[in-house]
C-alpha cells in the first residue's frame, strides 16, 4: 500500500525554485490500477520518481508497506526498487542491438540470478506480454507497440507488487495504446499488480479503476471510475 501525506518536491534553479510538487496526499491500495493525468509541468513525472523510490521528497511522508521511504538512504531505496518496483517509460528504453530476451533478462543479472532461471523467467515474461516469437528480436526489428511488450517484460520480471508507467502509449498510435492497455489491465486481473499510470489521453484512462488529476504539483481531483473500458469495446471519441 502507497500512503503519502503533503509530498512536496522543491527544484532550485538559480534564485528561482520551482515547486514541481506542492503537497500531494493520497492513499492508493494494494492491486489498484489508477491513472495519474495533468498538464505538462503539473508534477507527473516527480510524483512517479518519488513513488517509484527513483527520488525523495523535499519534505512531506511516504509509507510504503508500512516503511517509512522519505528517510531512506540511496542503498535502501535503490534495495526497495529492485524488489517492488517495475517500470515503462515511454520511449522503452531498451538496449539496442540487443534481443528481447537479453534486454529483459538484464534486470535478473543486475539480481544475480543465475543463468538457466534468468533465462527461464525471462522467457515466461515475454510470454506473458504475447512476445514468444518475438525472443531474438533487436527493437529495430520490431513495432513500437511490441518494443512497449518487451519493456513491460522487463518491468515485470522480477515480479514487483507495483507497475509504475511513466505515458506508456505517448509513442504510440491509438490502437495500439488501447492493445497496451488491455495488457495492463490482464496483468493487474491475473496478477493482482498495482498499475500506476501517467496519460495524456483521456480514453486511455479511462481503461483505469481511478483517475487523479493534478496542477500545479497539487491533486485537483481524485474520483473512481464506475465503468472502465473493456477489452474489445469500440472507442468513443470525445
Ligand atoms: N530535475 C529538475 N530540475 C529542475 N526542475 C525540474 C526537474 N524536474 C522537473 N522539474 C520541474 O518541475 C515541474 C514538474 O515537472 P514534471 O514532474 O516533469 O511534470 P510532468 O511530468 O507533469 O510534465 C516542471 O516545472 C519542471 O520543469
Ligand atoms: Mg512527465
Redesign the pocket.
Known sequence: MIQTEDLM?V???GDTE????NGASFTIDKGEMVAIM????????????IIGCLDAPTSGKYILDGLSVENMDEAKLAETRGKKIGFVFQQFNLLARTSALENVMLPLTYAGVSGKERHDRAMKALDRVGLSQRTHHAPSELSGGQQQRVAIARALVNEPAILLA??PTGALDSKTSVEIMELFQSLHKENGQTVIL?THDAHVARHTDRIIK?SD?QIISDEVNHNPIKAGAPRVEE
Open positions: 518536491k527544484y532550485q534553479m520551482v515547486r514541481a510538487l495533468g498538464p505538462s509541468g503539473s508534477g507527473k513525472s516527480t510524483l512517479m520518481s511513466d505515458e501517467v493534478l504539483g
